[in-house]
């Protein structure tokens, strides 16, 4: 059983910044690939950005291609995701997500995923 939290989100002005975290209660962190997740409002939960276990490895959706930074440090079970440039369009609920051994070609997909935060809210105005 490995427990997710999430941290960092809030309300921000479009074109601002935001740094989200993700702790990881689990002795082995660093076999697990790590993604990000988010679910706007009316709308499916879409793959944002993924780092393999060792972190040599990224992958990042279109939408957030050159504005996010996917990172870890599994010396402290930690995964990270840094927002730039963030616009209305980016407001969801983000969720950090293992996967265990999981390979970067497989991580854009949910379905690969073990578990689960319970999410943070981000919220861009205009």
């Known amino acids: 059983q490995v427990q997710l939290v999430e941290s960092g989100g809030g309300l921000v002005q479009a074109g601002g910044s935001l740094r989200l975290s993700c702790a990881a209660s689990?002795?082995?962190?660093?076999?697990?690939?790590m993604g990000w997740f988010r679910r706007a409002p009316g709308k499916e939960r879409e793959f944002v950005a993924a780092?393999?276990?060792?972190?040599?490895?990224?992958r990042y959706s279109d939408s957030v291609q050159g504005r996010f930074t996917i990172s870890r440090d599994n010396s402290k079970n930690m995964v990270y995701l840094e927002m730039n440039s963030l616009n209305p369009e980016d407001t969801a609920v983000y969720y950090c997500?293992?996967?265990?051994?999981?390979?970067?070609?497989?991580?854009?997909?949910?379905?690969?995923?073990?578990?689960w935060g319970q999410g943070t809210q981000v919220t861009v105005s205009s």
């Open positions: 780092i393999s276990w060792a972190g040599s490895n990224t």
């Open positions: 997500a293992t996967y265990f051994y999981g390979t970067i070609a497989r991580a854009t997909s949910a379905t690969q995923y073990d578990y």
């Open positions: 689990t002795d082995t962190f660093s076999i697990y690939t």
